[in-house]
């Protein structure tokens, strides 16, 4: 922990890479959703563009294949007028082989500022952090089952507008917690903000080995997990696990797990849905209930740009202060 | 043709989507053309930019890989200053099982602009402007054997460029017609425009089974065809088409179809020769006229940015209006 | 020479394409040197960016993958702030049968700016600015075992800031010279710049046919060709030159010709170690020696920025110079 809290955070406290949830405070979270709050006027207005990072760059390594995330951090380092570079690793030098360091260096001295990386092992992003030159910032895109730091970020982004306060509330996160690195980082950041009854829902074999590490509140029941819950989150099923064994079909899930206007019936009133995207449609979510009154799932990917926004911008002030010319 | 129209038109009669050359009238057309003029002197003058789009974002949906289409409206896109997403469909998400609707709610939530679609099935282009939100604009790139507005208006400007006035000329279309959506657009904008004489000319299995629908003269001989035309504009064939059948071979159409200067010299002396691109030489044409002098190929080129740029502002334009905030 | 000498300048002896350092002057290697430490600036300054290529297209014309060098023009076009476009050539038009020529008057036709060309074949990028309409500048990215001039620039950039002059310097070039570009265009940029003693070692099989035409010396015995050398320039080797039996094993050759800390003590104690990149770590060159104290090979890479930037912002002057409205 206080390793972690080390890396990410620059000498004056300020945060320099961002690659999970652990290890910040709850104050670190606060500003950046009171930052994110900042730049959803941004992307609302007619030119969705600031000149904060103009001249920076910014590079996507993506170890992993994502077009989604991908898009959105693109997007968000556009619209702080950043230039990005696009690296699918698969197609890249690491084809003639070269190593992971030297393609770091590499972008290095070619005066790239941030890394946003995603990759298939967990750890992956601290290591680059760790053995990445001083003036890079790293963020965390998602790595392997450990973290996804920004998706925890917009999720309670979305709570807070939704919501309000953090502290009463009742939260649910339905589904492959085991495997997801989604719910990992969610349940660190819902206990950071003061979330004080956080459950999780699913069968056992898709819950942790040391759940209680986290102090959740463990269901293996839907129904009696979702009552009065004033926020549900569901995770998507990985449908590879299916044929894994440790899941029964599709159409079982969906009667056991899968949340339907009936069983949600049984949340608070104005209980909202999420769910990270994207959706399996039948398998973990009906329709009625995504495309319905209390998903607030749209809204998760909108926050998503303006918390991305937030993220960035604040690890390279950490940068611009820490540079021998900073603040400039 | 009036549903076509509301879904195109905005409540103002301005230009929303543009999707089929059906549905518009010609005054319409004539804007369009009169504003790919005016962006004529952005592309050749040094900065080739103006910062009409600046801020706003361009999300270039291609179900269908085509990177000659794609490479005009991205610099189309680039020299009006607006931010681009490529995004290739089949390497995507679809294949993580999301829906197309899902997609685009992904991208409307994104605060993304405009979507320019092309699509190997006709009709995906209006299917998307139906259900896309309110403040989002289609461009439609080719749907299927549907239609390529965009390619019928560069065009129709490269023709009024060349020869001033529509109604008196003669303008004849060659190749497969049948299966050309180019053709389609084509024959829809030369008759709005008043071209009275539209013929088309192409063997029996090329020619569309209800072509007199669209008020155009049939040629099966090319030489008969092409007697005094102001116009020729020779499609591009695909070569698929030879191994089902439906064709001789290459060499006998280009025996028969093929444009040559001996047949050119059929049509009147200042009779200018189109090709959408790109060009089988020595199959629907030969090289000589290709490249000769009556050939206005690369000016359609040329004049396919400013069109682009033309119809991507002015749908925006329409945007802007509606928009809460609209004309800020 | 001649030839080449007229196609690469402009008709006031200016640079207009960069294809290869033959046929270029002294003068204008100094040129180029000095525009790119004018640059250095730009990249290691906050906002790393200069307006000087605004509104300007270039098109990456990547007909070979190499997402390094590609990266590092593209970097360097974004940083003159002109619009890039990425065109990966076998999932592109030549799918359709496009013929290159066709293809260049497109983008031409387009009012594109610049090409950079990376080919598989010798003679490509002459080929295609012998054939670019007058308004285009191409830069060889690479061309076959032909040349690689910016690589061979970058190189000499960093041996000038390193070691001030070049005339008394000792200089060998270790490796497959045989089919290196990047060796070829370094020799005669060496020799342009009046390095007397240029030594090139290797072992017989990866000797080009008739070195003596270089006026360099030769060594089979790295030991031998590294004494008192000030700088001295590792190849890659390419490993599928291993199967085809003009190479022993790679630990015969690291043995061999590896450059290694113990036989870099031969060389003078200041020598600067170089190569182009990715390393073979253990195959051309020990890991202690690549990240050593006289190792500059990250520098080379940051210089390569700077250098790119010069020579595309010297070509399009010229082009600006020639324009009909130029100097605007």
Redesign the interface.
Known sequence: MKKKNRLQLDDNGKLKHFLTIEGLNRQMLIDILDTAESFTSV???????VPLL????IVNLFFE?S??TR??F??AA??LSA?V?N?NIQ???TA????LL??L??F?????DMFVVRHADSGAAHFIAQHAAPHISVINAGDGQHAHPTQAMLDMFTIRREKGEFHRLNVAIVGDIRHSRVARSQIHALSMLGVEDIRIIAPKTLIPTEPDTFGVHVYHDLREGLRDVDVVIMLRLQ?ERMSGGSLPSEHEYFQLYGLTEEKLALAKPDVIVMHP?????GVEIDSAVADGPRSVI??Q??H??AVRMAVMSMAMQSH?RD?P?GQ?
Chains 1, 2, 3 share one sequence.
């Open positions: 992307t609302e207005q007619n030119i969705k563009k103009r001249g920076k760059t294949a077009t989604r898009t959105t693109e997007l556009k619209r230039d570079l690296i197609a890249s030098a003639k082989g070269e190593t030297d393609m260096r590499n290095e001295a070619m005066h790239c449908k995207g994207p959706v399996n449609r749209l809204q990917v909108s998503g740009i611009l540079a010319g400039r």
